[in-house]
């Protein structure tokens, strides 16, 4: 049985802001801090307290021959004082379950495992498991800022640089479209095809709130189509004068409930997708929150369509 959804009301719109869509394009390895300050399992507490009151950081990865052991946060420094503050051992107050990202994964994979683990620090590894830095929601915000910045300084010329309109492209009344094939849980590329959509909309001069909701609608529909699917799918971007719509279509398993699957917060995604940061539950919603208009259609084990139309007359100013 065929499950549907159709709609959208301004109540359900979000405003997207400059710095979530560059959380979306920013990789990890270009937020974090690095060389990264560490600690061996047998350094004494109070170095730890020391180390972190003089660098002003409120954790610190405890390894040793390269291997993560432990994160001990303020948090535990402050329960071993609490506890007489005696000789110690890191290994005896940290945190042993640590959660990594991967240094070429998106920011906004950091930044949903914030949010499911409750964390304020996760260390970044590369692929082989090896720390290369640590990130923090601070070095993400504090990163996009200084892109913001330099963006800044060179819209102007960039924007006064020859290109062509969309009316000059397609003409009236027409349309084109961009295709893209979508690999299944190839989390390494994640984002290519929302990047050059992004890409086209920004060369056509397009109003920044609509290259950034259609960046992030894109963007989350194509992690959809990689992380739910064995066989990946087609996300297709159709570009006119009235409107931009995103549309995924994959063969995949489908969504039983689709009101639950609206809700934030639920995800389908198995647990090891969720290990690499993956199937946070907001997708569908930040989708929906992106689009003017919202359609989804899915059966059962034969696949699901998704549809975000974001319209081009609205009038919105650029931010």
């Not at 159709?6 to 060389?35: C, H, W």
């Not at 420094?77 to 110690?88: F, K, M, P, Q």
């Not at 189509?225 to 066989?231: F, P, V, W």
């Amino acid at each position: 049985m065929k499950a549907r959804y159709s709609g959208n009301d301004a109540a359900t719109q979000q405003e997207f802001t400059k710095v979530q869509e560059l959380i979306y394009e920013l990789r990890v390895d270009q937020v974090m801090t690095t060389p990264v300050i560490t600690l061996s399992p047998e350094s004494p507490m109070n170095e730890a307290k020391e180390l972190m009151r003089f660098h002003r950081v409120s954790g610190l990865p405890i390894a040793n021959d390269g291997a993560i052991r432990g994160i001990l946060s303020i948090e535990d420094v402050i329960r071993w004082l609490e506890r007489g503050g005696g000789e110690s051992p890191a290994a005896d107050w940290m945190t042993r379950k640590v959660q990594t990202v991967k240094g070429d994964e998106a920011a906004v994979q950091a930044i949903a495992k914030f949010g499911r683990y409750k964390v304020g620090r996760l260390p970044v590894v590369d692929r082989t498991g090896a720390m290369i830095g640590i990130v923090t929601s601070g070095d993400i915000i504090g990163r996009a800022l200084r892109v913001l910045d330099a963006r800044y300084r060179e819209e102007e010329t960039r924007r006064g640089s020859a290109r062509c309109t969309l009316d000059e492209l397609v003409g009236e009344g027409s349309a084109f479209v961009l295709r893209y094939e979508v690999a299944p849980k190839d989390f390494q590329h994640a984002g290519y095809a929302a990047t050059r959509v992004k890409r086209v909309l920004d060369g056509l001069g397009m109003d920044r709130k609509i290259v950034r909701r259609a960046g992030i609608a894109a963007y989350e529909a194509e992690m959809n189509l990689s992380i739910h699917t064995d066989n990946g799918g087609v996300l297709l971007a159709e570009i006119a004068p009235e409107a931009v719509v995103i549309e995924a279509t994959d063969e995949g398993p489908g969504i039983v409930d689709v009101s639950q699957a609206l809700t934030a917060g639920f995800s389908s995604a198995p647990d090891w997708i969720r290990e690499l940061g993956f199937g946070a539950g907001m997708g569908l919603n930040n989708m929906k929150n992106a689009a003017d208009r919202f359609d989804i259609e899915s059966e059962p084990g034969k696949g699901t369509t998704v549809r975000i139309q974001i319209d081009l007359n609205a009038g919105r100013g650029a931010q």
